[in-house]
């Protein structure tokens, strides 16, 4: 449609520069009369192009009426700048529905560049890190949050999660949890979670299931002393039952144990200190537990790599494997073998424990390390499992950054391998 006013008013332009040649042709002075109709174009159009700029200059008003051509270009401009009042609306009104929905946020978020710089906070943000927008935007978000550790981790972090300790005097110790996520043009959101709430609840559940399970240890073991001493000469009629009770009871404690083991795993107060760990010394006293729970009904082998440590806490280690060869004995019946490899394979430390035991489903081992998973109620009660010693191998193999690999087939033994990373790694 515009391009057919342009079309008529091109003609019109022709007609009357064809009625301004005529005249110049019989007036007598052509030069003139051309010079004369240019220089009132070049007038019109100047005094059009400023009657345009002053508009501009305020859009807010109607636009100046033209003719000709100039009418198109008025009404054409108006429409185009109409058009960028709706979008500038429409965009405002989302930039305020976000800053309204970012203030009820409750987790403080920060904008931040490639170079830490901070971009925006919401108003969560700003109250708990103190931050004002005039007087901190474009500041290193370094200097505006003083957590302890958060520098450094933020430096070197692209995209991920940390926790950080923040104790401030008077209101008690409480904790952060940090994410960083990865945004387009080189901008990245920070986001602060308030999660002492939930830190309180996992110390309150853990000093109840410790504190219960401490109680419960005292009768317990006063009850398996009486039944060990009546298991010597039990009378007749009440022989099964007392084996069944201190079956029981021997299962019992051995859940107690497991609870306090990974209730130990899990302390957050104690701050564990990783150092070099002799694992051919802890395997070899693991080889003569081994050998007193097996009392010759398995053939059991050790390759051990003896210059091979590895640097952690050595505890936590001991505790995993020791899990692991007892499941392997648990699950192996008599004449079984039961073999322990301590190597590494493509410069990562591996522990290694392979059974010709029973064997375990494909479908059951992504399940395995769930807390009180068993394969099947028989099998449980049947080898006196608790359903956590996988639990606490797990746990202590994250802690070391490691991984648990399991590679099982029904009814032909069992392969559990704990890989660790290649730092972690000593050579003597």
Request: hydrophobic share 40%; proline share 4%.
């Amino acid at each position: 449609m515009q391009g057919n006013h342009w079309i008529s008013w091109f003609a019109k332009f022709a007609l009357v520069a064809a009625a301004v040649l005529l005249v110049a042709y019989l007036s007598g002075y052509p030069l003139f009369v051309i010079i004369a109709f240019l220089a009132a174009c070049l007038a019109w159009s100047l005094f059009n192009t400023e009657r345009l700029l002053h508009w501009l200059d305020e859009p807010d008003k109607e636009p100046p009426k033209g003719l000709g051509a100039w009418s198109d270009v008025f009404s054409g401009v108006g429409n185009l700048l109409s058009k960028d009042a709706r979008r500038n609306q429409r965009m405002t009104s989302m930039i305020e529905d976000f800053q309204v929905l970012a203030d009820a946020f409750p987790d403080a978020t920060l904008l931040i560049d490639s170079n830490n710089q901070l971009l925006w906070f919401n108003s969560a943000a700003g109250k708990s890190f103190g931050l004002q927008e005039d007087a901190h935007t474009g500041k290193p978000l370094e200097r505006l949050v003083r957590i302890a550790g958060f520098s450094d981790w933020l430096s070197q972090s692209g995209s991920g999660q940390a926790q950080f300790e923040n104790s401030e005097s008077g209101q008690g110790e409480s904790w952060l949890e940090c994410s960083v996520i990865e945004l387009r043009d080189n901008q990245r959101l920070v986001v602060f979670r308030d999660i002492t709430e939930v830190r309180d609840t996992e110390r309150l559940r853990r000093d109840f299931v410790t504190n219960v399970s401490h109680d419960l240890r005292t009768p317990l073991t006063v009850m398996l002393g009486y039944l060990e001493m009546f298991l010597d000469e039990p009378p007749e009629d009440v022989s099964d039952a007392m084996h069944r009770m201190h079956t029981q009871a021997v299962q019992m404690q051995q859940m107690l144990n497991d609870f306090l083991e990974l209730s130990r795993l899990q302390s957050l107060e104690s701050k564990k200190r990783e150092d070099e760990i002799n694992v051919p010394g802890i395997l070899a006293a693991l080889r003569k537990q081994a050998e007193g729970i097996s009392r010759g009904d398995h053939e059991i082998h050790f390759e051990v790599r003896e210059d091979l440590l590895l640097h952690g806490v050595s505890e936590d280690i001991e505790s995993a494997f020791q899990n692991l060869l007892v499941n392997a004995l648990k699950y192996t019946p008599e004449g079984g073998s039961v073999t322990v490899r301590w190597l590494e394979k493509g410069g990562h430390p591996r522990f290694e424990v392979s059974d010709s035991g029973i064997g375990i489903p494909a479908r059951e081992i992504p399940r395995l390390t769930e807390r009180f998973y068993r394969v099947g109620s028989d099998r449980g009660r049947k080898t006196g499992g608790t359903g956590l010693g996988l639990s606490i191998v797990k746990h202590v193999l994250n802690a070391h950054q490691a991984q648990l690999i399991i590679q099982s087939e029904y009814g032909r033994g069992s392969t559990f391998c704990c890989e660790f990373p290649g730092e972690r790694k000593i050579i003597h």
